[in-house]
């Protein structure tokens, strides 16, 4: 059984940094590409950031390019999001997400087979 365990998230400052992760389990970590969704209140899940397995290639939102990196720890299962200068329209409920496809269309959400429960991260101004 796959499982995909955000933590990190919680009530921030803008401008500061946070670095969230992801805890997978159930599936060969290393053969995955991974990426990251937010929900905003009120509005639909928008794609954030994605590396994929093998080429490490990765991907960016234009609202978070130069402010956000993803990574990831094959060793230990583990995906992460580190968020710096982060501002009040970065609020909202950040999902990672699974796929055994590597790097196109890394930021359609459709193709992701396998979704986390979510962290809430709440910006204030």
């Known amino acids: 059984q796959v499982q995909l365990v955000e933590s990190g998230g919680g009530l921030m400052q803008a401008g500061n940094s946070r670095r969230l992760s992801c805890a997978a389990s159930?599936?060969?970590?290393?053969?995955?590409?991974m990426g990251w969704f937010r929900q905003p209140p009120g509005k639909g899940r928008d794609f954030v950031a994605a590396?994929?397995?093998?080429?490490?290639?990765?991907k960016y939102a234009d609202t978070v390019k130069g402010r956000f990196t993803i990574s990831r720890d094959n060793a230990k299962d583990t995906a992460y999001l580190q968020m710096n200068d982060l501002k009040p329209n970065d609020t909202g409920v950040y999902y990672c997400?699974?796929?055994?496809?590597?790097?196109?269309?890394?930021?359609?959400?459709?193709?992701?087979?396998?979704w986390g429960q979510g962290t809430q991260v709440t910006v204030a101004s």
């Open positions: 997400a699974a796929r055994a496809a590597p790097s196109i269309r890394l930021d359609d959400d459709e193709t992701y087979d396998y």
């Open positions: 159930g599936l060969t970590f290393s053969r995955y590409t």
């Open positions: 590396m994929s397995w093998g080429s490490g290639a990765t």
